[in-house]
C-alpha cells in the first residue's frame, strides 16, 4: 500500500508544476474473507497513480474512509457521513486552488460514495473544475477492453473487476480461498434497504474467481486513456 502513497517532494512539486491534481477515494469495508478491507482504496489509488504518470499530474493521497453504510454491521467496515465526505474534498478543492491548482480528478474506487456526484456538480457551476472518474461509460468501455466475462450488474463487489486490478497490481494482498468465493445476486432492488446483508452472506457479490493480472492490466490500460478527455475539459477551463 505504501507504493500507493506519493513520495514526491514540495520540490518535485514546484518543478511538475501541475494545474491538475489526482485524488483518490476508496473506502474501509469488508470484502468477504479474502480480500482487504482497504480493497477500494488500493483499486481507486492504482488508477490514480497511473493517471498522474501518464499526464504528469500532482498525485495526492488517498482518502481512505467514506460512505460504506450499506455494509454497516459487517465485521471491519468503518463509514464516514455523506456530509463529512463533502466537507472532505470541499476543503481538499479549495486548498489547492490556493496553491495554484484549479483542476482536480476524482478517482473514486466506491460505488457507495453517491454524494461525490452532488460535490462535483455544485463546484462546477460556475465553470468546470472538478472531474468525478471513471464515469459508468468508462468502466464499461475498460470492462470491454479487458474481456471481463461477468456484467457490471452481476460484478457489483469483490468479484471479477476488482480482483483482477488487484491481481495486476496488488497482488500479495489476496489471500488463497477467493476462487471458492463467487457469489450471484444481478438483482439487487432494496439494497438502499437492505443494505449487502440482504444480498450476500460472505461479503461478496460476483465472480471472483474469473480476475486475472492481465485483465487488471487491461483495465488500467482503458481507464488511463478515458481519463484524457476528462483532462482535457478542465484544462481547457
Request: include cysteine; hydrophobic fraction near 40%; proline fraction near 5%.
Amino acid at each position: 500500500m505504501d507504493a500507493l502513497i506519493t513520495a514526491a517532494t514540495s520540490a518535485d512539486e514546484r518543478q511538475r508544476d501541475a494545474k491538475i491534481a489526482v485524488l483518490p477515494v476508496g473506502s474501509f469495508e469488508q470484502h468477504g474473507a479474502h480480500l482487504p478491507l482497504t480493497t477500494d482504496t488500493v483499486v481507486a489509488g492504482l488508477i490514480a497513480q497511473r493517471i498522474a504518470t501518464d499526464y504528469d499530474l500532482l498525485l495526492l493521497p488517498p482518502v481512505t474512509v467514506s460512505c460504506s453504510h450499506e455494509h454497516a454491521h459487517m465485521p471491519g467496515t468503518v463509514s464516514i457521513s455523506a456530509a463529512t465526505l463533502y466537507a472532505v474534498i470541499n476543503d481538499i478543492r479549495k486548498s489547492l486552488q490556493a496553491s495554484g491548482v484549479p483542476g482536480l480528478l476524482i478517482v473514486n474506487g466506491h460505488g457507495g460514495n453517491y454524494v461525490l456526484s452532488n460535490v462535483v456538480q455544485e463546484a462546477n457551476t460556475s465553470g468546470p473544475c472538478i472531474a468525478l472518474f471513471p464515469a459508468r461509460e468508462d468502466w464499461h468501455q475498460a470492462r470491454d477492453a479487458a474481456g471481463l466475462e461477468s456484467s457490471s450488474a452481476e460484478d457489483m463487489h469483490g468479484g471479477e473487476l476488482e480482483v483482477s486490478l488487484l491481481r495486476h497490481g496488488a497482488p500479495h494482498l489476496i489471500r488463497d480461498g477467493i476462487e471458492g468465493d463467487d457469489h450471484s445476486a444481478p438483482d439487487r432492488p432494496h439494497l438502499l434497504t437492505l443494505g449487502m446483508a440482504g444480498y450476500t452472506e460472505n461479503g461478496i457479490i460476483g465472480s471472483p474467481s474469473l480476475g486475472t493480472a492481465s485483465k487488471g492490466q487491461a483495465l488500467l490500460d482503458s481507464l488511463s486513456k478515458s481519463a484524457a478527455a476528462h483532462l482535457s475539459i478542465l484544462r481547457s477551463a
